[in-house]
């Protein structure tokens, strides 16, 4: 499985933006059964979960972003969203998502989002 991850950009304190993680050329029954997950890493900082989703389309969230994030996923594209409002200068990062099955542990390349004061 082969994630690409986009979306990411520079926004000010209260932006928005809508982060991508796509997977176009894995199969759908290998997709569909997937766990997706966006995952974030600050500088000098370790990564660090922010949301997922799992096959049956259940979120959960790290408790920082809740009520400003939200994740989704669109089967039909192979692709799963994670729409971040309200930003804060904290969530300044390199997005990363994750994709988990069984025989399935992926990791896409990235995409950097920075949030001026």
């Known amino acids: 499985v082969q994630l690409q991850a986009f979306g990411g950009g520079l926004v000010q304190t209260g932006g928005s933006l809508r982060l991508s993680c796509a997977a176009p050329?894995?199969?759908?029954?290998?997709?569909?059964?997937?766990?997706i997950g966006w995952y974030r890493q600050a500088p000098g900082k370790q990564r660090e979960l922010v949301a997922t989703?799992?096959?049956?389309?259940?979120?959960n969230y790290a408790d920082s972003v809740k009520g400003r994030f939200t994740i989704s996923r669109d089967n039909a594209r192979k692709t799963v969203y994670l729409r971040t409002n309200s930003l804060k200068p904290e969530d300044t990062g390199v997005y990363y998502c994750?994709?988990?099955?069984?025989?399935?542990?992926?990791w896409g390349q990235g995409t950097l989002v920075t949030v001026s004061s």
């Open positions: 989703i799992t096959s049956g389309g259940r979120p």
């Open positions: 050329r894995t199969i759908t029954s290998v997709y569909n059964p997937l766990n």
């Open positions: 994750h994709a988990d099955g069984s025989h399935t542990d992926a």
